[in-house]
């Protein structure tokens, strides 16, 4: 029985876990994109980004507190707006989980494709016009089957790899800020008036938020509310773990852009301009400009290491994620089954490996698969400030270790912040990511109507809300500004108050249709207990 004991997690591995996750390939692509954007004003993108993302996370670590369990952020939706509401959310989730692992193992392949030394020309058949070649795909399918291995066996494991990788990930991103402000920091980069700051006006500090990589960067705060069930004193660690490692990711990430603005040669500037900088490593290649050889080598197998642990953290969030989806009886039982000796949702993992290499297939480079991660992510999210306050609502003496006052005023301003960075990920991504999303539909309505036998009229009731807010959100993105993709029939910055405002009446609309009382069984202290 000794055997069958799982492995927990302690606070330490759990913030581990969650940089590993967080600093990823963003932090090697991120700044050099957004700067190309926005000029020095990407500052701002990332600081706005990661106020977004906190702001989100703090409803979800009121949820996580409660419900401590594995994938539990496939699960919170239902819990008040029943299976339908839920499933959409889930399966939104997970399948910007699952593209994460593609994306992080392209990342790698790509750097590999502009290594500098004249004994890796055979790299750069690896990358052909910024996509992944037949070659560079076969490289980026053994990475993700490495990822897979090291989750395969056991949580003991795969926390020992973070553990190791993830100090190694801080410390070099920490040492990269410091080497190169020491060694060629131009403070006249950053102008000397508002326009030479923001040459590129406010709109596209909103639009690098979204389209260079900078949600996505921030996104896996959920790797410690997914890995709930497996923490230790999940209750206080789950919003210690969240807190502290968001803190530490932001402080970097806009330290990190910070640094790559003052570095860039100022006559560079003069001759292209922001919009004319387009490195295809922008770190390495700022320390191959100023001869800092050592750090390129640091930097070119941080593009391994980054990767490497990001894509071992989401293959278990995403395994988890949809193990956890099996429990609402609307996918086959077999996805969610644990391994009897570790626990682990083996046939979740291989589910989520043949996705994986069926998307890498399809979307061949790294922006693509970015982009598709930043919107269904943030679709997934829109349920968790009207989850928070309906179950507020509906069961007020649940025990809630992690129940701010805030909260009432907190969640409204996280739902509208959320629709917004829905709409700055620009026509046609918006259309195409809720298309992808429908597709989980007809699976379940055929286990709903073959197995389930609910009231798919009350299902209804509670996700109206859902299906006319994406229908909104993608009439909108085509009508909006053209700085967005759209006709620009409403111009920038009415459209930000268009979508502000309806989704006020969304937030509230999604409260009101929420279920009338909890009747799902709810993990709680490793315990199943029917709530009334």
């Known amino acids: 029985m000794e055997g069958m004991k799982r492995h927990k997690i302690g606070l330490f591995s759990a913030i581990m876990l969650a940089l590993n996750s967080l600093i990823g390939s963003g932090w090697l692509f991120g700044s050099g994109s957004a700067a190309k954007i926005a000029g020095p004003a990407a500052i701002f993108s990332w600081i706005l980004g990661a106020v977004i993302i906190i702001a989100i996370a703090l409803t979800y670590v009121e949820l996580g507190a409660m419900f401590p369990e594995s994938g539990g952020m496939s699960r919170y939706a239902q819990y008040s707006h029943g299976s339908l509401l839920g499933f959409v959310a889930a399966w939104a989730n997970w399948i910007s989980l699952v593209t994460l692992v593609p994306m992080e193992a392209v990342a790698a392949v790509q750097y590999m494709s502009s290594w500098p030394w004249s004994w890796a020309n055979w790299t750069k058949n690896f990358i052909k016009d910024g996509n992944i070649t037949f070659a560079g795909l076969g490289v980026v399918f053994i990475f993700m089957c490495i990822f897979t291995m090291i989750n395969f066996w056991s949580v003991k494991i795969m926390t020992h790899f973070t553990n190791l990788i993830s100090i190694f990930k801080i410390l070099l991103p920490t040492l990269t800020i410091v080497v190169l402000i020491c060694s060629g920091f131009h403070a006249q980069n950053f102008?000397?008036?508002?326009?030479?700051f923001m040459p590129y006006g406010t709109r596209s500090i909103f639009e690098a938020t979204s389209v260079s990589g900078i949600i996505m960067s921030y996104d896996a705060f959920q790797t410690v509310i997914n890995m709930g069930g497996e923490l230790k004193n999940p209750r206080k660690n789950i919003v210690r773990g969240v807190l502290i490692s968001m803190i530490i990711t932001a402080a970097i990430y806009i330290m990190l852009q910070v640094t790559f603005i003052g570095a860039v040669e100022p006559s560079m500037l003069v001759k292209v301009g922001w919009h004319g900088i387009d490195f295809t490593s922008p770190f390495a290649d700022l320390a191959i400009i100023l001869g800092i050889n050592?750090?390129?080598?640091?930097?070119?197998?941080?593009?391994?290491?980054?990767?490497?642990?990001?894509?071992?953290?989401?293959?278990?969030?995403?395994?988890?994620?949809?193990?956890?989806?099996?429990?609402?009886?609307?996918?086959?039982?077999?996805?969610?089954?644990l391994n009897q000796k570790y626990l682990?949702?083996?046939?979740?993992?291989?589910?989520?490996?043949?996705?994986?290499?069926?998307?890498?297939?399809?979307?061949?480079?790294?922006?693509?698969?970015?982009?598709?991660?930043?919107a269904s992510t943030l679709i997934a999210y829109l349920t968790g400030p009207v989850t928070v306050m309906t179950l507020r609502k509906v069961k007020p003496n649940l025990d809630r270790p992690f129940k701010p006052r805030y909260m009432p005023y907190l969640a409204?301003?996280?739902?509208?912040?959320?629709?917004?960075?829905?709409?700055?990920?620009?026509?046609?991504?918006?259309?195409?990511?809720?298309?992808?999303?429908?597709?989980?539909?007809?699976?379940?309505?055929?286990?709903?109507?073959?197995?389930?036998?609910s009231?798919?009229?009350?299902?209804?009731?509670?996700?109206?809300?859902?299906?006319?807010?994406?229908?909104?959100?993608?009439?909108?993105?085509?009508?909006?500004?053209?700085?967005?993709?759209?006709?620009?029939?409403?111009?920038?910055?009415f459209d930000f108050v268009v979508i502000a405002v309806a989704s006020l009446g969304f937030y509230y609309w999604g409260i009101k249709t929420g279920l009338r009382k909890i009747d799902l069984y709810i993990e709680k202290d490793s315990k199943k207990i029917k709530l009334p």
């Open 412 to 453: 409204p301003i996280a739902f509208i912040l959320t629709s917004l960075s829905i709409y700055w990920s620009m026509w046609p991504t918006t259309i195409q990511v809720i298309l992808v999303i429908a597709l989980g539909l007809p699976i379940y309505f055929y286990y709903e109507i073959h197995y389930q036998h």
């Open 294 to 337: 050592w750090l390129v080598i640091l930097l070119y197998l941080d593009a391994f290491v980054s990767p490497f642990g990001t894509g071992v953290a989401f293959v278990a969030t995403a395994s988890r994620a949809l193990a956890a989806m099996t429990h609402t009886r609307h996918l086959p039982k077999w996805l969610g089954r």
């Open 455 to 493: 009231n798919l009229k009350e299902q209804l009731r509670s996700c109206w809300w859902m299906i006319v807010y994406l229908i909104f959100m993608s009439i909108m993105s085509y009508v909006g500004s053209d700085g967005f993709g759209g006709q620009n029939w409403i111009k920038y910055p």
């Open 191 to 196: 102008g000397s008036n508002v326009h030479e």
């Open 344 to 374: 682990i949702p083996r046939y979740a993992m291989i589910a989520d490996l043949i996705l994986a290499v069926i998307l890498v297939s399809l979307f061949r480079n790294w922006n693509l698969l970015a982009t598709v991660i930043t």
